[in-house]
């Protein structure tokens, strides 16, 4: 790596910072953004750093040239990222759609803040977990990582861009407004101990007109523009070659299921999940800053004897569905808690369909954290 | 050479796959696509050495998918922000953007005033035919006031832009328009713009005889051509005549050729001084 881009060693930092850190690890050398809080640390600490190690940020007009200008990047051949919160990723999500369907490798960090509208920028809430999944129009597969620590803010941003080099596809890293701003220890390795994917490139000399760089549900190589390969890229409805084909709904059904299926059938290499079910009668299943909770309510709650366990989503997208399932059938009832009004929580009712019982705990005030005593009373209030 | 083998002396230029086109007949797109190839030719480059980059609308189906290079088709508005990404992670490339009036002006005005600000080297073509071709003819920035179109049915009530007031005041190194009555004049332009370092802009009055000389009476193919053939004046003329001469006239010819800091030059300064401080 070289050039100081890995900040090998221990450190006191910023959810924010580590989450840039972490794609300078990974190889990013192409950040733009648009300043919002609570996203701006990170894009501060790019636009410091990126210089440094021969890499450009760019702060553009607004975050729909941002995620663009991203996308240009990926294009380019470069690793390539932004970070904002709601309002700019509400912005970006034609693009994000625009990626999807061309296939770019990207990573988008939607440091969380309180919604819907502008509501509370600096206040944290988990508003928009299933924005990711559902927000771009059409029907599509999507990759998204829910830190819950400043350590994991580094290495899932690491892993975002390697899931993103490894599937071609947009990844994002859904952190909050109080992990981006907390500061705890972060342990970076050296460079040679953080693991790397790049993406597969089209081989040269091939020819883009009869080797497939699209819709290989086992990831086709990309063509990177400035290589000679003549590689036509659009997002309207094409072809294994990048042709266009806007008179078929066969060529439609082939263009959507393709790119559902390269993320659906690696579903396994993508979904990373955490538990402490050990003995226990109720999980509590939860993501990002809110999984602190779950985990000092597990540890209260075992303590006057609770027979009480965790289960931590560190992959939101593809939904877990199979492991909660799993899950589900160890515990008599899953808790889910969430810093919202319920958006996981369906889909894990889904997945654990009747094999145990489900209920749902937000916090006492929307965007404050839950009291551990308010999660051990639901525990003890519940009878499966 | 029998004609029955005659070969267009462009044809290398197209894509093989690019067998039909999208254009309707009449359309000003194929005038402004063999300018532009010719400029590349004549500059002795190849295709190799761009990146295309086109919006949403007739105009951006000119690289798209005919010009057989790299090219980036975009979503509605944005190619000049994706252009910049491209530009960023490949500065030795040329990047061009060919896309329309409501693609780049409308939607996209932000990106256009913005990546003329900064002065990023590349070569913008906006194809202005005053209308809406590809959604059936609706009112564009670029529509003149008065003009009937399918959604100004009593007349257009709003001013049009001049798109190249409008990228000179935000600061680009090189202006220019011409019309598809123009083709060696245009080649020659943007051959130039090819060439400049830093964001150059040329404006393409282009004929729309189906969606905008029908719906808005301007006439046909032939007609309209006639049309920008006596309307046209150039720069030079124009600067001797009076305002209300001007009135309803089209001015065209190169308005701006400076040289000013380019962004990609001025990023690559900027790393310098970071690694030095690192």
């Known amino acids: 790596m070289g050039n100081g881009a890995v900040l090998t060693g221990r450190h006191f930092m910023m959810g924010n910072i580590a989450c840039a850190e972490g794609a300078l690890a990974a190889g990013c050398r192409f950040a733009a953004g648009y300043p919002i809080t609570p996203a701006t640390e990170v894009a501060e600490r790019l636009a410091e750093r990126l210089p440094a190690v021969g890499g450009t940020f760019l702060q553009m007009e607004d975050e729909i040239a941002s995620i663009a200008a991203v996308i240009g990047a990926s294009w380019g051949g470069m690793k390539a990222m932004t970070a904002t919160s709601g309002p700019g990723i509400s912005l970006m999500l034609e693009n994000i759609g625009f990626a999807l369907g061309t296939e770019t490798p990207c990573v988008i960090v939607n440091v969380m803040r309180g919604g819907p509208t502008t509501g509370i920028p600096s206040v944290e809430l988990q508003g928009d977990v299933v924005q990711p999944r559902r927000g771009s129009h059409g029907d599509y597969q999507i990759i998204a990582l829910a830190p819950s620590s400043v350590q994991e803010s580094f290495d899932y941003t690491v892993e975002a861009f390697n899931l993103a080099e490894r599937f071609r596809t947009p990844v994002f890293v859904l952190s909050d407004a109080f992990l981006g701003h907390m500061r705890e220890e972060l342990l970076v390795p050296s460079a040679d101990r953080i693991p790397l994917a790049e993406r597969k490139r089209f081989p040269a000399g091939a020819d883009v007109e009869t080797l497939p760089a699209f819709l290989d549900e086992d990831v086709a190589p990309m063509p990177i523009f400035g290589e000679g390969h003549k590689a036509h890229v659009t997002s309207s409805c094409h072809d294994a070659f990048g042709r266009r084909n806007v008179i078929d709904a066969s060529a439609l059904d082939v263009f959507i299921r393709k790119l559902n299926e390269k993320i659906a059938r690696h579903r396994d290499e993508i979904v990373r999940v955490a538990a402490d079910l050990e003995g226990s009668d109720v999980g509590l299943v939860s993501y990002g800053s809110v999984f602190r909770c779950a985990q000092a309510a597990v540890e209260a709650g075992r303590a006057e004897g609770l027979r009480l366990g965790w289960f931590k989503l560190g992959t939101i997208w593809p939904f877990p569905d199979r492991e909660l399932a799993e899950a589900a059938s160890r515990v008599k009832h899953l808790m889910v808690l969430e810093n919202n009004l319920g958006q996981v929580v369906d889909y894990v009712r889904a997945a654990a369909a009747s094999r145990c019982t489900v209920s749902f705990l937000p916090p006492r005030v929307l965007g404050e954290l839950h009291e551990i005593e308010d999660i051990l009373k639901a525990v003890r209030e519940v009878r499966p | 050479m029998s004609l029955t083998t005659f070969e267009h002396p462009l044809a290398k230029y197209i894509r093989p796959s690019a067998k039909k086109t999208a254009n309707c007949p009449g359309c000003g797109n194929g005038i402004l696509a063999q300018s532009i190839l010719r400029a590349i030719e004549g500059l002795g480059l190849t295709l190799d050495d761009f990146v295309f980059v086109s919006g949403i609308g007739c105009a951006a189906w000119i690289p798209s998918p005919s010009f057989f290079a790299d ?33 780049l002006t409308a939607i996209g005005g932000n990106h256009l005033i913005h990546a003329a600000r900064r002065n990023i080297a590349m070569t913008v073509v906006c194809v202005n035919n005053g209308i809406y071709g590809m959604t059936g003819g609706q009112v564009a920035p670029t529509t003149p006031l008065g003009l009937t179109t399918v959604t100004t049915p009593f007349g257009n009530a709003e001013n049009p832009f001049d798109i190249c007031e409008l990228v000179k005041g935000a600061g680009a190194s090189f202006v220019a328009r ?67 001469e001007l009135r309803d006239r089209i001015v065209v010819g190169e308005f701006v050729d400076v040289d000013k800091p380019e962004l990609i030059e001025t990023l690559a300064a900027v790393r310098a001084k970071a690694m030095a401080s690192a």
């Open chain 2, 71 to 103: 090219v980036l088709h975009t979503t509605h508005g944005r190619p000049i922000a994706f252009a910049t990404g491209i530009k960023a992670a490949l500065p030795a490339k040329h990047v061009m953007v060919v896309s329309g009036d409501g693609d």
């Open chain 2, 178 to 244: 011409w019309t598809t009555y123009h083709p060696r004049q245009m080649e020659k332009t943007i051959k130039k713009a090819i060439q400049k370092k830093g964001f150059a802009f040329v404006e393409v009055l282009s004929q729309c005889p189906v969606e905008f000389g029908r719906k808005t009476g301007m006439g046909n193919t032939v007609q309209m051509l006639e049309w920008y053939k006596t309307k046209s004046v150039t720069l030079a003329r124009a600067q001797g005549m009076k305002p209300e």
